[in-house]
């Protein structure tokens, strides 16, 4: 026995020192084993799971290869073509020609005046607006208004093309989040249209069919005003470009609206009220840029309706329209213009929505002119100017005229990618006579709008661009005279005098 080996049996310190080495090193063993055991459990579960999903794949691959050798028996097609088929499917829903979309229009903002409360505004607020005579919209909007348009298309394997569309509106003037109460929401549009039809041959090649309650495609306005230029719309069918020769393109469709609920001269008090329907059957042709469209009116016992001056509501109308759609300028610049003159007798007086106004006399007549064009009069600066006038006599008493004329311009300078300060200018006369018509009196004057309005794009560059968030300061001044032709207007409103200042923020989107 060494003497190392005597010390360590002599000394419990050391002894005590060298059993905890021995313990910790079969400790570390062991834990290394379990460990070790734990990865081979958890490498084992793996292999398990891959094999469960290679399995799982092989029955959908089988699965799959039975569907097309089913459908390859069903149709005697080649699988490859099938294949193909499916491809094509989806490339027509990722370039929009099959599966939905979603369309908006919606404006949103607060009108206040001077004394920082709500304002009057809208772009019809003058005695001429209730004739359709409308000013500049820009800083005058005091409303809420969306259109929300849900179309789905679908193409067929013989080359048909199907879209069914549905269009959603709502309209409010409280700033309140919860509008329920005031709330005038309605389904504006829903119908189905069918084009390229493989039957239809010869003028009928490209057209199209439709029907439903609609917009009618072909309506135009001038945006600076919020006002069309025509508005057709209502519950009918008709169909689309028929081509009777190479530089004559066709539509022709009818349309119904409703009279509804108005007096009648009746010895029997149970029948004092009636309703009819205005049909409206509509030809409307192109010839390169122009267009002529023929409207011809018929509304059953309307001529029954009781109005003022024991004047005849006219049961039949005709309206015509005469429009050029220019692909620059005036001929002047690069941008484009549109002109249109417009004249109708009877129900067809009502010169922008067409078959809408059920009051007409049958001695009524009005004629209307619309233009407006857009163009860069220098690098970064944009100019729209638009005109909107009509004269009206006989419209609903004898004896009556309402005559007015409005000027408006729309500037704007791109500043920045996102910014860009926009101006507008709006001048309007008129000269009424509405002979007690409505309670309303007799008044000539003009009215005058400036605004200016700091406005914020993703991206600047055309009147056409949206989404744009604005602020804006307006000053409108009028004749004072104009205070008296109603008490029911805006202008008649107690503490809405002449000379007035507007601020307010607004959004305005498209896509």
Do not use: C
């Amino acid at each position: 026995m060494t003497f190392a080996t005597q010390r360590l049996r002599k000394s419990p310190l050391v002894l005590a020192v060298a059993a905890a080495a021995m313990t910790a090193s079969s400790l570390a063993n062991a834990q290394a084993d379990s460990d070790l055991e734990a990865r081979l459990a958890e490498l084992e579960q793996r292999i398990v799971a891959a094999e469960q999903r290679a399995a799982a794949a092989e029955r959908r691959a089988e699965k799959a290869e039975r569907e097309m050798a089913r459908e390859q028996a069903d149709d005697s097609r080649p699988v490859g073509q099938d294949i193909e088929s499916r491809l094509a499917k989806v490339e027509r829903h990722a370039n929009g020609e099959e599966g939905f979309s979603f369309n908006v229009y919606a404006r949103s903002g607060l009108l206040l005046g001077g004394d920082g409360k709500s304002t009057e505004g809208g772009p019809y607020l003058t005695p001429a607006g209730q004739q359709g005579g409308a000013v500049g919209r820009l800083g005058n909007e005091p409303d809420t208004y969306a259109e929300a348009v849900f179309n789905y298309r679908m193409r067929f394997d013989n080359g048909a093309r199907a879209k069914y569309t549905t269009m959603i509106a709502d309209g409010v003037t409280t700033s309140n989040d919860w509008t329920a109460d005031e709330s005038s929401l309605n389904v504006r549009q829903v119908y189905a249209e069918f084009s390229d039809l493989p039957s239809f041959t010869g003028a009928f090649e490209n057209a199209s069919i439709w029907a439903g309650k609609r917009f009618d495609r072909d309506n135009f306005d001038i945006h600076w005003l919020d006002s069309d230029f025509i508005f057709l719309a209502g519950t009918g069918g008709g169909i689309y470009d028929m081509q009777f020769a190479d530089n004559w393109k066709s539509n022709l469709s009818i349309y119904g609206r409703s009279f509804s609920d108005f007096p009648v001269d009746s010895h029997n008090p149970a029948e004092d009220s009636g309703s009819t329907d205005n049909l409206i059957l509509t030809s409307n042709n192109y010839f390169g840029n122009w267009q002529w469209m023929l409207n011809g009116m018929s509304a059953t016992d309307n001529d029954e309706r009781r109005t003022e001056g024991n004047i005849s509501a006219a049961d039949h109308g005709v309206h015509t329209m005469v429009a050029y759609h220019g692909d620059s300028f005036f001929g002047l610049n690069d941008g484009n213009f549109k002109a249109a003159v417009m004249h109708g007798r009877g129900l067809g007086a009502e010169t922008k929505s067409l078959g809408a106004n059920g009051r007409l006399s049958e001695d009524a007549t009005a004629t209307r002119l619309g233009l407006y064009g857009t163009t860069y009069m220098a690098p970064g600066w944009r100019v729209a100017p638009a005109i909107l006038a009509e004269t009206s006599e006989d419209r609903y008493v004898e004896g009556d005229q309402y005559d007015w004329a409005t000027f408006n311009v729309r500037l704007a300078n791109e500043l920045t990618e996102n910014f860009e300060m926009q101006y507008e200018g709006s001048y309007q006369w008129m000269d009424i006579s509405p002979k007690g018509f409505g309670g309303n009196n007799a008044v000539e004057g003009d009215y005058t709008k400036l605004t200016i309005a700091p406005t914020f794009k993703p991206e600047v560059g055309g009147f056409w661009k949206r989404p744009e968030l604005r602020v804006f300061a307006s000053w409108s001044d009028w004749d004072e005279e104009l205070n008296d032709y109603s008490a029911n207007d805006a202008f008649g409103s107690t503490g809405f005098t002449a000379s007035e200042w507007a601020f307010g923020v607004q959004s305005e989107v498209w896509f």
